[in-house]
C-alpha cells in the first residue's frame, strides 16, 4: 500500500493566447516578489521562462519570434508525492517532485501518461449579467442566453453542436512527445498505463457548422497544442488570439461587435478543461494523480506587475472562511484574535501591488510619491507613522455576503484605496474595488501591531506553484475579468473535501465516459459535452465541471472587453458625476513609459503614453481637442479593430530584462516591444485628482 499521495500542480494553470506559433512558459514566481531562490537578483517575479529551462526568465527581445509575432504563455504542469500523513493541512508538509526515473515508495516511476481536453462553451452560454453577477444564478434563474437566434432551448444538442468548440481530449506518455487540440488530428485518452484512440469523438469548430464566416485572423481550427519535456512534465499551449463571426441575415455587412461583453455571432479560441496523469512505475502498477485545470485566456502585458486583489486572494478568502482552510486564522464565522499574519505573505504583498499600479495607470506627481512610500513600509516600521497612518486609507470590504451592496465602499472614491472599479452592480457587487475580507482583516492586525516578521510555515514547492499561477491572475473587479470570473468565489467549483488528498484551490472534475460516446453517422453525431456546470443551481453544481465550463462566463469575444476597460466612472454612478476610475490597471496598462523614449543622459523616464494609442484611438465624433480626454483615449473607439490589432500592444517589463543594448535602472517598469503607432506626444494633464472627463464624455457607454 503506498504511503504517498500524488498531485498535479499548478493546481490551475494559465496558458495565454499569442499569434505566434512559438511560446514561453507561465510565470513560476508572483509578480513584484523576489524570485524563490534568487535572493541576489534583482529581477522581480511574475517574468515567463524560457523554454527548455528550469527558472531562466525570458529577456524583452523573447516577447515577439523572429517575424514579430506575439509569443503564446504556456501552462507547464509538475506532479510532487506527498506523504498521506501530512495532507490534511495547508500548506502541506514536504511535496517531491516526480518525474520519469523519480523512485517514490521504493518504486521508479517509468512513464506518466497525460490527458488533457480543452473546450469553448461561450457562445452557448448565458450572457454575462454586470447589473447581477452571481445573483443573477440564485433561486433557480439564469441571465438570458446568448444567440437566442439559435435556439431557445440551451440544452438543445443541435445548438450545443453548432455553438460549443470542442476539440476533444489528447493523451500522451514519454518525454518530448506531442499532440495537438485542433480539427484534424484524432482524440485520445489515457486509461492505466494506455493511451486510448477516441476515433468517433464528435469535434466541432466553427467552420464544421457555418458557410460563411468572419475571420480577422484566419479560421478557428485550432485550441492550442501539449508536449512533455525531457523529463515527462506536461506543457500546455492555447490558442492563438483568434475570432470568427458569422452573418445572419445580410451576408454582405460585417458581423457586429456592439458591446465590450455579450456579443452575439462571435467565437473565441480561449479555452479550458481538466488535466489528469497517471503515473506507471516499473513494476507494472500505476496511480493516479490529482487533477489539475488549464485556463487558456488573454495575453498578460504586464506580467511583473501585481494586482491589489489577485484571483489567489479571492480563492484563498473562500477557502479560508468557507471551507476550513486554516482554522487557526478562521473558524466558526469568526477570524482569531490570538493569530498573527506574516508580514511578508500576507502584509508586503499588498504594498506592493499598490506601488505596482504606477507603472500602468495615470497618476499625478504627488500619488505617484505617495504610491512609492507605500511600498517602502517595511515590517520595522510603526503603522500609524507610515503614509497608510493605520488603515485611514483602506477602503473596507462590503459587509455580509458577496451580494451585500452596503458600507463605507458605496460612493467614495479618492483617496481611500484602491482606486479601481468593483464588480459594479448594486445586486451582484460595489462600485469599489475593495481588499477582500481576510486581506483586510490582516492589515487590520497589521495596523494594531499584531504580527510577525516571516511566516513560519512557508509553502512547498507545488503549493506555491498554485499560488503563483493564481497571483499573477487578476482578481475582483469581475466585470466580468480578464482571466477567471467570480466563480471564484463559488465553493461548489472546488473538491471540497480537500483535506482527503487534493489540497485546497482544485477544480472538481465532472467525470468525463468516453468509453459511451454515441454516433449517428457522419453529421449527425451527438455533442459530447453538456451545458454544464450552473453556479447556485442545487441540481447540477456539485457534479463537478466539463471542458469550458470556467472560461464561459468570460467577454465574447475577449477582445472586446479588453479594449473597453481603461477607464471608466463607477458604476453604478449614483452622483452622475465624470469621476473616472480604473477597472483592471495590473493587467490591462492604460498609461506606459515606453522604454524607447527613456532619457539615458539624464537616467529619467519619459512622458506616458497610453498603452493602446494610434490612429482610430481617438473617437471620430469628438473635436481635436478632445483627443486628450481621459474618459474617451486609451481605447480604440471601433471595438473590431482590438481583432487585428492585440497581437500590436507593448509589454510592461522591469528594466533589467530590457536587452536593446542600453542600461535602465533596476526599480523602473517600461514598455517595451510595441507595434502601435505612437501618439499623442503629450496626455492632458492628470488633475483635479481623482481623474474627470470632459464635455459630459464619460458617460457615454456606446462605445
Given at each position: 500500500?503506498?504511503?504517498?499521495?500524488?498531485?498535479?500542480?499548478?493546481?490551475?494553470?494559465i496558458?495565454r493566447?499569442?499569434?505566434?506559433?512559438?511560446y514561453?512558459?507561465?510565470?513560476?514566481?508572483?509578480a513584484?516578489?523576489?524570485?524563490?531562490?534568487?535572493g541576489?537578483?534583482?529581477?522581480?517575479?511574475g517574468l515567463?521562462?524560457?523554454?527548455?529551462?528550469?527558472?531562466?526568465?525570458?529577456?524583452?527581445?523573447?516577447l515577439?519570434?523572429?517575424?514579430?509575432?506575439?509569443?503564446?504563455q504556456?501552462?507547464?504542469?509538475?506532479?510532487?508525492?506527498?506523504?498521506d500523513?501530512?495532507?490534511?493541512?495547508?500548506?502541506?508538509?514536504?511535496?517531491?517532485?516526480?518525474?520519469?526515473g523519480?523512485?517514490?515508495?521504493?518504486?521508479?516511476?517509468a512513464?506518466?501518461v497525460?490527458?488533457?481536453?480543452?473546450?469553448?462553451?461561450?457562445?452557448?452560454?448565458f450572457?454575462?449579467?454586470?447589473?447581477?453577477?452571481?445573483?443573477?444564478?440564485?433561486?433557480?434563474?439564469?441571465?438570458?442566453?446568448?444567440?437566442l437566434?439559435?435556439?431557445?432551448?440551451?440544452?438543445?444538442?443541435?445548438?450545443?453542436?453548432?455553438l460549443?468548440?470542442?476539440?476533444g481530449p489528447?493523451?500522451?506518455?514519454?518525454?518530448?512527445?506531442r499532440?495537438?487540440?485542433?480539427?484534424?488530428?484524432?482524440p485520445?485518452?489515457g486509461?492505466g498505463?494506455?493511451?486510448?484512440?477516441?476515433?468517433?469523438y464528435?469535434?466541432?469548430?466553427?467552420?464544421m457548422?457555418?458557410d460563411?464566416?468572419e475571420?480577422?485572423q484566419?479560421p478557428?481550427?485550432?485550441l492550442?497544442?501539449?508536449n512533455t519535456?525531457?523529463?515527462?512534465?506536461?506543457i500546455v499551449?492555447?490558442?492563438?488570439?483568434?475570432?470568427?463571426?458569422w452573418?445572419?441575415?445580410?451576408?454582405?455587412?460585417p458581423v457586429?461587435?456592439?458591446?465590450?461583453?455579450?456579443?452575439?455571432q462571435?467565437f473565441d479560441?480561449?479555452?479550458?478543461?481538466?488535466?489528469?496523469a497517471?503515473?506507471?512505475?516499473?513494476?507494472?502498477s500505476?496511480?493516479?494523480?490529482?487533477?489539475?485545470?488549464?485556463?487558456?485566456?488573454?495575453p498578460s502585458?504586464?506580467p511583473q506587475?501585481?494586482?491589489?486583489?489577485?484571483?489567489?486572494?479571492?480563492?484563498?478568502d473562500?477557502?479560508l472562511?468557507k471551507?476550513?482552510?486554516?482554522?487557526?486564522?478562521?473558524r466558526?464565522?469568526?477570524?482569531?484574535?490570538?493569530?498573527?499574519?506574516?508580514?511578508?505573505e500576507?502584509i508586503?504583498?499588498?504594498?506592493?501591488a499598490?506601488?505596482?499600479?504606477?507603472?500602468?495607470?495615470y497618476?499625478?506627481?504627488f500619488?505617484?510619491?505617495?504610491?512609492?512610500?507605500?511600498?517602502?513600509?517595511g515590517a520595522?516600521?510603526?503603522?500609524?507613522e507610515?503614509i497608510?497612518?493605520?488603515?485611514?486609507?483602506v477602503?473596507r470590504p462590503?459587509?455580509g455576503t458577496?451580494?451585500?451592496?452596503?458600507?463605507?465602499?458605496?460612493?467614495?472614491?479618492?483617496?481611500?484605496?484602491?482606486?479601481?472599479?468593483?464588480?459594479?452592480s448594486?445586486?451582484?457587487?460595489?462600485?469599489?474595488?475593495?481588499?477582500?475580507?481576510?486581506?483586510?482583516?490582516?492589515l487590520?492586525?497589521?495596523?494594531?501591531?499584531?504580527?510577525?516578521?516571516?511566516?513560519?510555515?512557508p509553502?512547498?514547492?507545488?503549493?506555491y506553484?498554485?499560488?503563483?499561477?493564481?497571483?499573477?491572475?487578476?482578481?475582483?473587479?469581475?466585470?466580468?475579468?480578464?482571466d477567471?470570473?467570480?466563480?471564484?468565489?463559488?465553493t461548489?467549483?472546488?473538491?471540497?473535501?480537500?483535506?482527503?488528498g487534493?489540497?485546497?484551490?482544485?477544480i472538481?472534475?465532472?467525470?468525463?465516459?468516453?468509453?459511451h460516446?454515441?454516433?449517428?453517422g457522419?453529421?449527425?453525431?451527438?455533442?459530447?459535452?453538456?451545458?454544464?456546470?450552473?453556479?447556485?443551481?442545487?441540481?447540477v453544481?456539485n457534479?463537478?465541471?466539463?471542458?469550458?465550463d470556467?472560461t464561459?462566463?468570460?467577454?465574447l469575444p475577449?477582445h472586446a472587453?479588453?479594449?473597453?476597460?481603461?477607464i471608466?466612472?463607477?458604476?453604478?454612478?449614483?452622483?452622475?458625476?465624470?469621476a473616472?476610475?480604473?477597472?483592471?490597471?495590473a493587467q490591462?496598462?492604460?498609461?506606459v513609459?515606453?522604454?524607447?523614449?527613456?532619457?539615458?543622459?539624464?537616467?529619467e523616464l519619459p512622458?506616458?503614453?497610453?498603452s493602446?494609442?494610434?490612429?482610430?484611438t481617438?473617437?471620430?465624433?469628438n473635436?481635436?481637442?478632445?483627443?486628450?480626454?481621459?474618459?474617451?483615449?486609451?481605447?480604440?473607439?471601433d471595438?473590431?479593430?482590438?481583432?487585428?490589432?492585440?497581437q500590436?500592444?507593448g509589454?510592461?517589463?522591469?528594466?533589467?530584462?530590457i536587452?536593446?543594448?542600453?542600461?535602465?535602472?533596476?526599480?523602473?517598469?517600461?514598455?517595451?516591444?510595441?507595434?502601435?503607432?505612437d501618439?499623442?506626444?503629450?496626455?492632458?494633464?492628470?488633475?483635479p485628482?481623482?481623474?474627470?472627463?470632459?464635455?459630459?464624455?464619460?458617460?457615454r457607454k456606446d462605445?
Amino acid at each position: 500500500m503506498s504511503q504517498f499521495t500524488f498531485k498535479i500542480h499548478p493546481s490551475i494553470g494559465i496558458a495565454r493566447v499569442g499569434n505566434s506559433r512559438e511560446y514561453f512558459l507561465a510565470p513560476e514566481s508572483i509578480a513584484a516578489m523576489p524570485q524563490p531562490g534568487k535572493g541576489n537578483d534583482s529581477t522581480m517575479g511574475g517574468l515567463p521562462i524560457r523554454p527548455g529551462t528550469e527558472d531562466t526568465v525570458i529577456k524583452s527581445s523573447e516577447l515577439r519570434d523572429k517575424d514579430g509575432a506575439f509569443k503564446r504563455q504556456a501552462a507547464r504542469f509538475r506532479i510532487f508525492a506527498y506523504p498521506d500523513s501530512a495532507i490534511e493541512t495547508y500548506p502541506a508538509t514536504g511535496g517531491q517532485e516526480i518525474t520519469i526515473g523519480s523512485v517514490v515508495d521504493g518504486r521508479e516511476v517509468a512513464d506518466i501518461v497525460w490527458t488533457v481536453h480543452l473546450a469553448n462553451k461561450k457562445s452557448s452560454w448565458f450572457a454575462n449579467d454586470d447589473d447581477h453577477g452571481v445573483v443573477a444564478y440564485e433561486n433557480g434563474n439564469t441571465p438570458k442566453l446568448r444567440n437566442l437566434r439559435e435556439g431557445l432551448d440551451p440544452y438543445n444538442t443541435s445548438r450545443l453542436r453548432k455553438l460549443v468548440i470542442d476539440a476533444g481530449p489528447r493523451a500522451l506518455r514519454g518525454i518530448n512527445a506531442r499532440a495537438c487540440f485542433d480539427s484534424c488530428s484524432e482524440p485520445s485518452r489515457g486509461q492505466g498505463a494506455q493511451i486510448l484512440s477516441v476515433a468517433d469523438y464528435p469535434k466541432s469548430f466553427p467552420g464544421m457548422h457555418f458557410d460563411q464566416l468572419e475571420q480577422p485572423q484566419g479560421p478557428i481550427e485550432s485550441l492550442g497544442e501539449m508536449n512533455t519535456d525531457d523529463k515527462g512534465r506536461l506543457i500546455v499551449a492555447g490558442g492563438h488570439g483568434k475570432s470568427a463571426g458569422w452573418p445572419l441575415d445580410n451576408k454582405d455587412i460585417p458581423v457586429p461587435i456592439n458591446g465590450p461583453v455579450n456579443n452575439d455571432q462571435w467565437f473565441d479560441d480561449t479555452s479550458d478543461g481538466p488535466v489528469t496523469a497517471t503515473l506507471v512505475f516499473k513494476d507494472g502498477s500505476t496511480r493516479d494523480s490529482f487533477g489539475a485545470w488549464l485556463v487558456a485566456t488573454d495575453p498578460s502585458y504586464a506580467p511583473q506587475t501585481l494586482n491589489v486583489v489577485s484571483l489567489y486572494d479571492e480563492a484563498y478568502d473562500i477557502f479560508l472562511r468557507k471551507l476550513a482552510l486554516a482554522p487557526d486564522i478562521y473558524r466558526d464565522g469568526h477570524f482569531i484574535q490570538e493569530y498573527r499574519p506574516a508580514f511578508d505573505e500576507h502584509i508586503k504583498p499588498l504594498f506592493r501591488a499598490t506601488a505596482q499600479q504606477l507603472w500602468n495607470a495615470y497618476l499625478p506627481s504627488f500619488a505617484i510619491e505617495a504610491h512609492k512610500e507605500v511600498d517602502a513600509i517595511g515590517a520595522d516600521d510603526n503603522p500609524d507613522e507610515t503614509i497608510m497612518a493605520g488603515l485611514a486609507y483602506v477602503r473596507r470590504p462590503n459587509p455580509g455576503t458577496e451580494a451585500t451592496w452596503k458600507g463605507q465602499s458605496i460612493d467614495v472614491g479618492a483617496p481611500l484605496m484602491p482606486l479601481a472599479l468593483g464588480d459594479s452592480s448594486a445586486a451582484g457587487g460595489k462600485p469599489f474595488l475593495t481588499p477582500t475580507m481576510s486581506q483586510y482583516h490582516f492589515l487590520h492586525c497589521w495596523s494594531n501591531k499584531r504580527y510577525v516578521k516571516q511566516t513560519p510555515t512557508p509553502l512547498g514547492p507545488g503549493e506555491y506553484l498554485d499560488r503563483a499561477s493564481l497571483q499573477n491572475c487578476l482578481g475582483g473587479r469581475f466585470s466580468p475579468g480578464i482571466d477567471m470570473t467570480w466563480i471564484i468565489r463559488e465553493t461548489s467549483m472546488y473538491i471540497q473535501d480537500w483535506q482527503q488528498g487534493a489540497g485546497p484551490f482544485r477544480i472538481k472534475h465532472k467525470p468525463l465516459d468516453y468509453q459511451h460516446i454515441q454516433s449517428q453517422g457522419q453529421g449527425h453525431r451527438e455533442p459530447f459535452l453538456t451545458f454544464g456546470w450552473i453556479p447556485r443551481h442545487e441540481a447540477v453544481e456539485n457534479l463537478g465541471l466539463e471542458p469550458g465550463d470556467a472560461t464561459k462566463f468570460m467577454a465574447l469575444p475577449w477582445h472586446a472587453d479588453y479594449n473597453s476597460c481603461a477607464i471608466h466612472q463607477t458604476s453604478p454612478n449614483k452622483q452622475n458625476s465624470e469621476a473616472l476610475f480604473w477597472s483592471w490597471p495590473a493587467q490591462r496598462p492604460v498609461t506606459v513609459y515606453p522604454a524607447a523614449d527613456f532619457d539615458h543622459e539624464k537616467n529619467e523616464l519619459p512622458a506616458q503614453r497610453y498603452s493602446v494609442r494610434g490612429p482610430g484611438t481617438y473617437p471620430g465624433v469628438n473635436s481635436p481637442d478632445d483627443q486628450h480626454d481621459l474618459a474617451n483615449a486609451g481605447r480604440f473607439w471601433d471595438y473590431r479593430q482590438m481583432l487585428s490589432q492585440w497581437q500590436d500592444i507593448g509589454v510592461v517589463v522591469q528594466g533589467t530584462v530590457i536587452d536593446d543594448g542600453k542600461n535602465y535602472p533596476d526599480d523602473v517598469y517600461l514598455e517595451v516591444q510595441s507595434l502601435l503607432q505612437d501618439g499623442p506626444q503629450e496626455l492632458a494633464d492628470p488633475t483635479p485628482w481623482p481623474l474627470f472627463g470632459g464635455n459630459n464624455s464619460a458617460s457615454r457607454k456606446d462605445k
